[in-house]
């Protein structure tokens, strides 16, 4: 069975600090992974990564794929508070489906 | 331009009664999704549609629920007779591509059976 499995499950930093977020995923056929920042409404897409080895990067957020070891990391940088969400990724196959984790929920601290 | 639009974004009814959610998706994706999201299971998708035809209901948890799409900028999703197990928030969302892709979630419809 397809699954995808987040750590930590939560995590509590400081303004400032620099975290790692991690998704590893056993998904059939897999050809791309997703991640998602959800506040306290709908999650919000952040970056879709197909390729191993080639870092993308938004601003304070950067994400990477391993499709040997079947992981993929979210990187923030330099914290802020309004980073305090909780960030989903999702593994799919070659169509459509999607197997979402159940998310990394992050606070940062003033 | 406006995103994947929602309605209700609330809902509080008893159970047996009939629910129906609403979703207009963003003009030009041909895809969508409706997803179901609770503290337990996390995200699950529960049907996808292509070209305002589904393509996969496998999701569905019971045949109480049914969903339609009419046409490109309009699907619904509906519960009869709805049960307090229900309860959760459905998301609904479109993407432009038909295989694999970044897909935008609208704001959720909270369901509360009571």
């Not at chain 1, 897409?45 to 990067?57: A, P, V």
């Not at chain 2, 999201?37 to 209901?57: A, K």
Request: aromatic letters at 10%; proline letters at 5%.
């Amino acid at each position: 069975e397809d699954k995808v499995v987040q750590s930590p499950l939560s995590l509590v930093v400081h303004e400032g600090d620099t975290v790692t977020l991690n998704c590893s995923y056993e998904v059939t056929n897999f050809r791309s992974l997703l991640w998602y920042k959800q506040e306290k409404k709908a999650p919000t897409f952040l970056f879709m990564l197909t390729s191993s080895g080639i870092e993308k990067k938004s601003g304070r957020l950067s994400s990477i794929l391993d499709k040997k070891e079947l992981f993929s990391i979210l990187n923030i940088t330099a914290t802020q508070t309004g980073d305090s969400a909780i960030y989903l990724c999702a593994g799919g196959s070659g169509t459509y489906k999607y197997i979402f984790g159940t998310g990394t929920r992050l606070k940062v601290l003033a | 331009d406006a995103g994947v639009i929602q309605s209700p974004r609330h809902e509080v009814t008893e159970m047996g009664q009939e629910v129906t959610l609403r979703c207009k998706p963003i003009s030009g994706h041909n895809s969508l999704f409706w997803y179901r999201q609770t503290m337990m299971r996390g995200l699950e998708l529960l049907i996808y549609f292509n070209n305002n035809v589904p393509i996969d209901d496998s999701g569905m948890p019971e045949d109480r629920f049914s969903a339609k799409m009419p046409n490109a900028s309009f699907s619904t999703l509906k519960i009869q007779p709805s049960e307090p197990r229900d309860s959760a928030v459905y998301f609904c969302a479109s993407s432009p591509r038909i295989q694999g892709g970044e897909q935008y979630f609208g704001p959720g419809t909270r369901l509360t059976v009571t």
